[in-house]
Nanobody
Framework: QLQASGGGLVQSGCSLRLSCAAS????????VGWFRQVNGKEREFVAV????????LYADSAKGRFTISRDNAKNTVYLQMNSLKPEDTAVYYC?????????????????WGQGTLVTVSS
């Protein structure tokens, strides 16, 4: 129901835009977050956008470089990633949360996309 795309191989300093397209249901009432995972480590919170699109929160590692946005008419959430660094290399997942206290906790999300690989070379 969530399809992440847009990953790829880029050089350090370049940009990528990830997309998370929902199907089968509308996610306009859900928070949608992006997480990333490296080599079997815990999934790490990157950014989240509230259902209205008016509020967004970012991990410290993403602040100032990444921008999350959503188009509810298209049932799609985006993650614009600028000034990419090798340490941003990971599989990026989008996830949707209907309600919960902890937007940064992956266990509080209800639906997950399959992940898209981002590789940043130095």
């Amino acid at each position: 129901q969530l399809q992440a795309s847009g990953g790829g191989l880029v050089q350090s300093g370049c940009s990528l835009r990830l997309s998370c397209a929902a199907s089968g249901r509308t996610f306009s009432n859900y928070r949608v977050g992006w997480f990333r995972q490296v080599n079997g480590k815990e999934r790490e919170f990157v950014a989240v956008i509230m259902w209205s699109g008016a509020d967004a929160l970012y991990a410290d590692s993403a602040k100032g470089r990444f921008t999350i946005s959503r188009d509810n008419a298209k049932n799609t959430v985006y993650l614009q990633m600028n000034s990419l660094k090798p340490e941003d290399t990971a599989v990026y997942y989008c996830a949707a949360q209907y309600s919960g206290n902890y937007y940064y906790d992956p266990y509080e999300y209800d639906y997950w996309g399959q992940g898209t690989l981002v590789t940043v070379s130095s």
